[in-house]
Every structure is written in structure tokens, then in C-alpha cells.
């Protein structure tokens, strides 16, 4: 694929496999077949679990299995840290990502700890991604995008489902929505208020397509989009 306008030498698509739970195979299933998959300490025996192979490891790698680390050992990069840092594994996975310059950057994980789901979605809004394109993920069987200001997004989604916007990160201004039940036009999202939450994708897609385009956009802020992503385009265009 050509290089994008204000990209050079570009890694078109970067999945990272976090957190403490198996990989759900609807998800995996989404996973293009050229994409680089780095994995985040124990993050990769649930990626070898799941049949993937990453490239890299990151972490300081307290909660890898031994076979993991010797399967690393002899088929990944490893970016090993300190314990002791102030930095998740994850945000330095993220780092280590948003060096190559991709294109589209997904996050896979889960887990039962609040705290450290909070924490590796919240990563997601680091001004460090901010020249990547495309930023969206899945914790658990939940799709996200996160969408940094000023920017805009189409996103192809099931029709009838649920659409909700959060302001993780701080106040989000002038945020705009086309294209479901119920729009909005230039509004002020407060941080973690429910105006933007449970919206609705219209049923009934138009020439009989599997998906409906919703449009999504900001002018200052970072956006966490919630959403039911068409199965023939994992993320938006």
C-alpha cells in the first residue's frame, strides 16, 4: 500500500495483544493476515493460545510463563523492562508501536481488573498516538475507537446497534454525530458525562448492505467511541 500524506516508511497495520484473559476467536477472526502483532507480557501465551505468533514482546515480564519467555526467546524481539517504572506494559507497548508509524494501530485484551482495564483503554489517548490514523481496539468483546481532536472518522456499523461517545480524557468540544437515531451538532462532552451514551445505529441499511456509515467528529479532546463494528470492515475508514 502507498505511503499516506505525512507518512514515510510505514507499518500499515500493528495489532497489540494486553491483559490477563484468552482471546475470543470472533476477534481473533479479525486479525488481517499482514498485520504486525507485538504482545505485552503475558499477553502473548494468550496470543499463542489463540494461534498467533507475535514479533515482539514488551514488558518488565512478571506474569509470562516460562515456555512463553523461551518460545519469545527463540521467535520475538523482546523489549524487556524494570519492574520498578512508572509506565504500564502497556503504554510502552503502545510507545514502542507508535515508533513504527503505522497506519492503523488495535489493541487487543481483557480482564477482571477494573483498574488495569481502565488503565490500558485510557492508554489508548496518549499524546504520543496522536499522528496515528486509525486507533481502535477491543477489550474483551467490545469494540472501541479512540479519536484524537481535531479529527474526524466514518465509522461502518452494524445496523440497530448501540452506539455510545465518552470523554475519558477530559472535555471534548465541538463533537458532531451523522447518521444515527439521534445526531449531534457541534456539542460539548464533559469527562465520563452520559450525554453521548446509548445512541443508536438505524435499522434497516440502504441497497441492502450489511452496514450503516456513522460520522464522528471533534475539534479539541480525545474521544472513546463504543461500538458494534460491520463484520466486513473491523474498524472505521
Do not use: Y
Request: aromatic share 2%.
Amino acid at each position: 500500500m502507498p505511503a499516506e500524506e505525512g507518512h514515510g516508511d510505514v507499518n500499515e497495520r500493528i495489532v497489540i495483544i494486553t491483559g490477563a484473559a484468552p482471546l475470543l476467536p470472533e476477534v481473533v477472526e479479525r486479525i488481517p493476515g499482514d498485520a504486525i502483532v507485538l504482545a505485552v507480557d503475558g499477553g502473548l501465551d494468550h496470543a499463542l493460545a489463540a494461534g498467533l505468533e507475535p514479533s515482539g514482546l514488551i514488558g518488565d515480564l512478571d506474569s509470562i510463563t516460562e515456555n512463553g519467555l523461551a518460545w519469545a526467546a527463540r521467535h520475538a524481539t523482546i523489549d524487556r523492562h524494570p519492574a520498578d517504572k512508572e509506565q504500564t506494559d502497556t503504554e510502552l507497548a503502545l510507545a514502542f508501536a507508535a515508533a513504527m508509524d503505522p497506519l492503523h494501530l488495535t489493541m487487543i485484551g481483557g480482564g477482571d481488573r477494573l483498574d488495569h482495564s481502565l488503565a490500558a483503554i485510557g492508554a489508548l489517548g496518549a499524546p504520543g498516538l496522536t499522528s496515528i490514523p486509525t486507533i481502535d481496539g477491543w477489550w474483551a468483546d467490545q469494540h472501541l475507537e479512540v479519536l484524537h481532536g481535531p479529527g474526524k472518522t466514518t465509522l461502518r456499523l452494524v445496523p440497530g446497534s448501540t452506539l455510545s461517545l465518552l470523554a475519558l480524557h477530559g472535555r471534548c468540544q465541538k463533537v458532531s454525530i451523522r447518521g444515527a437515531k439521534w445526531d449531534l451538532e457541534r456539542v460539548t462532552l464533559e469527562p465520563m458525562i452520559g450525554r453521548g451514551i446509548s445512541n443508536e445505529v438505524p435499522d434497516g441499511a440502504p441497497d441492502g448492505a450489511s452496514f450503516i456509515d456513522v460520522e464522528v467528529s471533534l475539534s479539541s479532546g480525545v474521544l472513546t467511541i463504543f461500538d458494534v463494528p460491520a463484520l466486513d470492515d473491523g474498524a472505521s475508514s
